[in-house]
């Protein structure tokens, strides 16, 4: 019996958990206050099955063929892309810069690897991003507990692996606080190789 | 509980052939 909002059709492979998928566009001019980033952030669609997955990622736009200042989410079901969503608080993501043109191929394998359940870090993962920029584009992967050196080692190690990532690609990492604090996703990061 | 684990491929596959009700 499925007692949730979305549930997997008739014959359907059901995914471990929902997710939503969110999209966001910002003019770069403007401030990015949690506020404005709220208002700017909209929900377009939750699924619950493989097939649901893939229906609905089908009609979405390449993250690659976006223009401008833009992110596409897709979180477990209940929780916002915020910093500050109560699952979000104590927690960070990894941050993989990549070069223009490599967007789409690397967001439909991050969230392969996050619908089928490949970290192996319980309920540690909340989300994935990918956010088109001017000069590069950038993938991340949320977490709920930054001070958890194994589970945010476990996540870099499985984003090597299924994104087939150069031993010596620089990974960043940064707590959704720091965050916060200087207002700024992508500044100031930890660097680890 | 049991967690649901499916690997890139199983995922791929299914995209190929959507279920038949």
Redesign the interface.
Known sequence: VCLQTVCP????????YNYTFWYSRRTPSRPASSQSYEQNIRQIGTVAS??QF??FY?HLVRPGDLSGHSDFHLFKEGIKPMWEDESNRSGGKWIIRLRKGLASRFWE?II??M????FMVGEEICGAVVSIRFQEDILSIWNRTSNDQMTTSRIRDTLRR?LNLPTNTIMEYKTHNDSLRDNSSFRNTKISL | GT??????K???E??SS??T?
Not at chain 1, 9 to 16: D, V
Not at chain 1, 115 to 118: C, M, S
């Open positions: 059709g008739a014959g359907e492979h059901p995914l471990q493989v097939e893939w229906r089908s394998n392969l690897a619908l089928g359940e490949q299924v | 967690r649901i684990i499916y690997d890139r199983f995922l791929l299914c995209r959507p279920v009700k």
